[in-house]
Every structure is written in C-alpha cells, then in structure tokens.
C-alpha cells in the first residue's frame, strides 16, 4: 500500500536554528499537508499546498515557517529559527484529486533545547 | 466549521463491537463527517467518511442520523490493535478545503 514517508524520525535542535523536515508524499498524490501535535495536545493544521503554492495556512504559520516542493517527490517544511515551543511532532498528509480520505505519515519529532 | 463533540474515553471488550458516539448537531447541509484514528501518536489514519448515508468498508460502518446531528462510527469486532484515539470530524463541502479540525477525540481502550 502507498505511503507517505517522513524523515527524520526524530530531530533535536538548539533554539534559534534551522530545520527542515522532509516528506515524500504518495506519488500521484497533489495536494499536501503539514499537521502538527504538542504533546498531550491536539493534532493542529498548519498549512495546505496544491499547485507550488500555499492554499491555506493557520495562525501558527508564521514567518519563521515555510514550504517549498523542490522537486517532483519531496516536500518540505522548514522552520527558520526555532524556538522551544515548537517541539512537537510534525505529520505531512497527502492527498490526491477528489479522494476523500488524507493519507498522514507517521511523523517526525521535533525537540528544541 | 460545525463543531463536534465525543465522549472522551471508552473501554470495549475484545471481539466484540465497539459503537462510538459523535454529535454535530450544527452540521450544515453539505458537510462530510470524516472518522480518523490515531494509534499511540503515529500519524492519524482515515477510517470511513459520509454525507447522508450509511457508509462501510473494511475498517468500519458510519451510521449518521436523518437529520444528521449525530453519527456513530461502529466497529464490527474490535481488536486490541483498535486501541487508539477516535477522532469525529466535519468537513466543508469545498473539496479542495481539507483543513481539518481534530478535537480531542475518543480514547478508546479494547481489552483482553
């Protein structure tokens, strides 16, 4: 079965660096995601990308954030200064044309000290 | 978008069926009421969605009510591998609007 695969797995960060986190979403898939989850918290949305362009994004998704798809198979989010209140798991979704169901990878886990 | 609301926790026994209650009683017309789990904070995963009808697949049956304020998510003989947060989800008719809004679901907890 397809999947959407994450990487890393598990990052841990200094406060005031760069991440990015990587995803290959499904391969025909053209819509993408980035959720993400604070510990013990809910599963928040943070943006949505079709056609090399954000479609919608939240209030969390601010400057320091950004999406690019550098090329035809990954996807990527990166965070351009951390801060601690940022550590959470990230989840990348995909999703193809008209499908009902968004298919989530199984996360990369960010830490910031 | 419509607000949901679950019961936070439940427990079901193995094999049997577990019925998982979701309100929405402010869903509008077009609106789809998705399901997702979630096991152990992996990333969540679609169970089943519906709009008016009665749905099922492998996973799962979806009964929504007639006036749809409501729907319940059944598993037909859950496992101990369905111990997971269950998550009732409304979604805007735009299908190009898949920002979806995960509350706190229902822990669910299917033992032995």
């Known amino acids: 079965e397809p999947e959407v695969t994450q990487t890393p797995s598990h990052q841990v960060t200094q406060m005031g660096q760069e991440v990015i986190l990587r995803c290959v979403p499904i391969?025909?898939?053209?819509?993408f995601y980035w959720y993400r989850q604070i510990l013990g918290q809910k599963v928040e949305f943070l943006v949505s990308f079709y056609n090399n362009e954000i479609s919608e994004k939240s209030e969390i998704f601010d400057d320091q954030f950004s999406v690019e798809r550098p090329d035809g198979s990954n996807f990527t989010l990166k965070i351009r200064s951390t801060k601690l209140e940022d550590s959470a798991m990230y989840f990348c979704?995909?999703?193809?044309?008209?499908?009902?169901?968004?298919?989530f990878g199984e996360g990369s886990r960010l830490t910031v000290l | 978008d419509a607000k949901t609301t679950q019961p936070p926790s439940m427990d079901c026994a193995e094999g049997r069926a577990a019925n998982l209650p979701c309100n929405h009683s402010t869903i509008s017309g077009n609106e789809y009421v998705y399901w997702y789990r979630q096991i152990h904070s992996q990333g969540p995963q679609y169970i089943i969605h519906?709009?008016?009808n009665n749905e099922t697949n492998e996973m799962a049956s979806l009964i929504i009510t007639e006036d749809r304020k409501s729907s319940t998510l059944i598993l037909p003989h859950a496992t101990l591998r369905d111990t997971a947060v269950y998550y009732c989800?409304?979604?805007?008719?735009?299908?190009?609007?898949?920002?979806?809004?995960f509350g706190a679901g229902t822990t669910v907890t299917v033992r032995a």
């Open positions: 519906g709009l008016k």
């Open positions: 979704a995909s999703r193809g044309t008209g499908a009902g169901e968004l298919f």
């Open positions: 989800i409304v979604r805007p008719p735009n299908p190009n609007d898949y920002k979806l809004s």
């Open positions: 391969s025909n898939h053209l819509y």
